[in-house]
């Protein structure tokens, strides 16, 4: 069965650092997702993406963050100064489509934590 | 925007039991009501969802109720297994919407 995969499992960083998170959706899909969910809460929406722009963002997504979709696979989230509180699990999704067919298929997650 | 409650936020059942999870969502126009399952450590998987144009659906020993009139959908699972414990979210999404929310989660553990 095709799956989101997410690269790395783990990233440590400092803060102030720059991070870039990466996501391979499912291939024939066509929305795409970032989700965090800090530890022992709820898993909350940053973004979605379509036809290679921002469809919709949540109020976390703030200046910090930005997604790109380099090339034809891959799906980036990157924050350009980490905070303490940025240190979550990030969960990338994809969707076939944004109506009907909305059924999300998650990676695996990055767990980032920010010292 | 919508607001997803979720109760309770832990269920302990004995197995062979039922256990059922409550949602209330805020947006009438919400349309789509998924379930999730999150084992500890690893990604939401989808278990089961529901949209608007239903009231039950049923898939083996899960089920989900939804009553549109109210704004509140529930998880239903029968004849609970050790391996169905874990996190259970809901959330809710308008069709024309991306931003799916999802309510705090409940964990559930099924003793043995």
């Known amino acids: 069965e095709p799956e989101v995969t997410q690269t790395p499992s783990h990233q440590v960083t400092q803060m102030g650092q720059e991070v870039i998170l990466r996501c391979v959706p499912i291939?024939?899909?066509?929305?795409f997702y970032w989700y965090r969910q800090i530890l022992g809460q709820k898993v909350e929406f940053l973004v979605s993406f379509y036809n290679n722009e921002i469809s919709e963002k949540s109020e976390i997504f703030d200046d910090q963050f930005s997604v790109e979709r380099p090339d034809g696979s891959n799906f980036t989230l990157k924050i350009r100064s980490t905070k303490l509180e940025d240190s979550a699990m990030y969960f990338c999704?994809?969707?076939?489509?944004?109506?009907?067919?909305?059924?999300?298929?998650f990676g695996s997650g990055t767990q980032l934590s920010v010292l | 925007g919508e607001n997803v409650e979720q109760h309770p936020s832990t269920l302990s059942v004995q197995e062979g039991d039922s256990a059922v999870i409550k949602c209330t969502y805020s947006d009438s126009a919400s349309n789509y009501f998924p379930w999730y399952k999150q084992e500890l450590g690893k990604r939401p998987q989808l278990i089961i969802d529901i949209r608007s144009n239903v009231g039950e659906k049923k898939d083996q020993r899960i089920a989900v109720t939804l009553n549109k009139t109210a704004k509140h959908f529930s998880l239903h699972i029968t004849e609970t297994q050790p391996e169905d414990s874990a996190v259970y979210f809901c959330?809710?999404?308008?069709?024309?919407?991306?931003?799916?929310?999802f309510g705090a989660g409940t964990r559930l553990t099924v003793k043995p």
């Open positions: 959330a809710a999404r308008r069709s024309n919407n991306n931003d799916m929310r």
């Open positions: 999704a994809s969707s076939f489509s944004g109506g009907i067919n909305e059924k999300l298929f």
């Open positions: 291939s024939n899909h066509l929305y």
